[in-house]
């Protein structure tokens, strides 16, 4: 069992690494009070398309990757209390 928990382990910290660098990669993703004021469009292509972009791209591989580092963090838990 240790094992499977030390490679459990090396997986997570590698997870922790690329999340980090995907993170720091994402840009800001609101416009804030200044684009309700001047009024923003979301209704033009870019915005329709957004989840085809690179950056559409980086943030469904962020979320996806949180995911897995959560039920990770639940598993490696479980492993060291049993």
């Not at 069992?1 to 499977?4: C, G, K, Q």
């Not at 609101?30 to 943030?59: C, L, M």
């Given at each position: 069992?240790?094992?499977?928990t030390?490679?459990?382990?090396?997986?997570?910290?590698?997870?922790?690494?690329?999340?980090?660098?995907?993170?720091?990669k994402?840009?800001?993703?609101?416009?804030?009070?200044?684009?309700?004021?001047?009024?923003?469009?979301?209704?033009?292509?870019?915005?329709?398309?957004?989840?085809?972009?690179?950056?559409?791209?980086?943030?469904?591989?962020?979320?996806?990757?949180?995911?897995?580092?959560?039920?990770?963090?639940?598993?490696?838990?479980?492993?060291?209390?049993?």
């Open positions: 069992m240790e094992i499977v030390n490679i459990l382990i090396g997986i997570y910290l590698l997870i922790c690494l690329v999340l980090i660098v995907l993170i720091l994402q840009g800001k993703d609101d416009s804030g009070a200044s684009g309700t004021i001047v009024g923003g469009s979301s209704n033009n292509f870019y915005e329709k398309n957004k989840g085809r972009t690179k950056e559409g791209r980086i943030k469904r591989a962020t979320i996806g990757l949180m995911m897995v580092y959560f039920i990770l963090t639940i598993v490696i838990g479980i492993l060291y209390i049993a």
